[in-house]
């Protein structure tokens, strides 16, 4: 039969036909098959309904950062990733900050845009005043939508109203104004949009064509806060972080390095917690380059004493209600190991752990670099593949290291001669 992608109907079929046909499309083994085949934690039925085309379940690693104080409460965190190191640094890292109540943390309201598209408009600054005039018939028929966010507090807060200039004429923007509360806010946000845009054609005379959440979630701020104290680790690491936070603020290049470290943290926790981390990704790297330069969401400073003062600033759209947080077995245990309960003090957490883990990155590169405890990871972990147990796998990881050949081959062979000796 001739190798095809055209598949109509597959996702109509269930997940065993479907891998059947992936493995004969791809000539996966028996044992690759079985690979695919494992749902883990999360449960065949859940993982075919939860998107389309399922044919198996991929598992990371659920670890948890410890030691951690924000808030001048305790968190154990979880977080979900491949990256060795990253779980130690933040748990190290978090050591220095259980001084004065810990690392601090605010989040605002979660304030979510929604954006309402409408072209074909003669006269868009009449139809703007139209709009904004219309604003409490609007903001009604969005919340006739969500009585029970409304019933929470939430709902559609305001409306405003952009003209932009683009390459095929100027559009007017309504932007829906929405407290989302506890939700990441995707699907109250859309609902609204969708909502209200037959209204809004009306009152404008114009046509609607986008009505979309806006991942940019500039009113749905989170702040951290934290001061190191200088005796804790040292007046040359303190210089040392200060000149890489310059470093990353003076050059986009250094900057995006310097936030993906922040994100090693913050999106490990959207993991395990089920969050929409693309959404998160996207607005924080929006967020980062507001003034038209990518610049660092993190700064570090030093006070006035010689401490090590550091902040951190950036949009977080996260939910702890609805959405697979809810539904993902395992999200719910990490929430619940969180002990949160609401969206904010999620975001609050959050923030905290990627400033801390700014801070760990940053301390390891000004001082050894990062390879070092990274290259002692990865030995230890190809020392396991290769079947070290117990002592043997620092003893063979040791060696290697000492070599400079971290292989799997010569792992092999190391653990082959010192069972050899014994
Ligand atoms: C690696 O995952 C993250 C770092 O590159 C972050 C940084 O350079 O600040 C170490």
Redesign the pocket.
Known sequence: MKKTSRLPGFYKLSIDERLKIVREFAGLTEEETLALKNFGNLGEKLADVMIENVIGCMSYPFAVAVNFMINDKEYLVPMVLE?P??VAAASNAARFMRRDGGIKAKAEASLMIGQIQVINLLNPNYAKMLVLEHKNEILDLANQQDSVLVRLGGGAKDVEARIIDTRIGPMLIVHLIVDVKDAMGANAVNTMCEAVAPLIEKITAGKVLLRIISNNAVKRLVRAWVKVYKEDIGEEVVDGIVA?SAF?EADPY?AV??N???M?GIIAIALATAQDHRAIEAGAHAYAARTGTYRPLSVWEKDDEGNLVGTLELPLAVGVVGGATRTHPVAKVALKILGVKTAKELAEIMAAVGLAQ?FA??R??ATEG?QKGHMKLHARNIAIMAGAKGELIDKVAEIMIKEGKIRYSRAVEILKNILKKR
Request: hydrophobic share 50%.
């Open positions: 990256e190191s990253v890489a990353a250094r390095t310097h993906k470290g922040i090693n700014n990155a940053l390891a590169l990062i």
